[in-house]
């Protein structure tokens, strides 16, 4: 069993920049893929990026590519989504999600965290 706690989530002009984190708690941390997904208002879901248990291997979404870089702290149970270059239709609850598993991009994560919002204007 793992718990997940997102924060960083905000309001922010286009173009600027933000950094979500997820900590955890319970079990290892590292014995964890990592997700990040989002849902904007009336959409699915959808994968955002995703991080090995080891933080050696990731892997985007092609709409964030190049924009937003995920990482994990071990040391310190957190996985974290960098933003960049933000543009308004990234505004969505952003969630991260675990699992025992190698990464994936399909919703096939055994933990979730409650989401953060973050809003960008233009």
């Known amino acids: 069993q793992v718990q997940l706690v997102e924060s960083g989530g905000g309001l922010v002009q286009a173009g600027r920049s933000l950094r979500l984190s997820c900590a955890a708690s319970g079990r290892t941390f590292s014995s964890y893929s990592m997700g990040w997904f989002r849902q904007a208002p009336g959409q699915e879901r959808e994968f955002v990026a995703a991080i090995s248990k080891s933080g050696l291997n990731t892997y985007y979404a092609d709409s964030v590519k190049g924009r937003f870089t995920i990482s994990r702290d071990n040391a310190k149970n957190t996985v974290y989504l960098q933003m960049n270059s933000l543009k308004p239709e990234d505004t969505a609850v952003y969630y991260c999600?675990?699992?025992?598993?190698?990464?994936?991009?399909?919703?096939?994560?055994?933990?979730w965290g409650q989401g953060t919002q973050v809003t960008v204007s233009s």
């Open positions: 999600a675990a699992r025992d598993q190698g990464m994936s991009t399909m919703q096939t994560y055994d933990y």
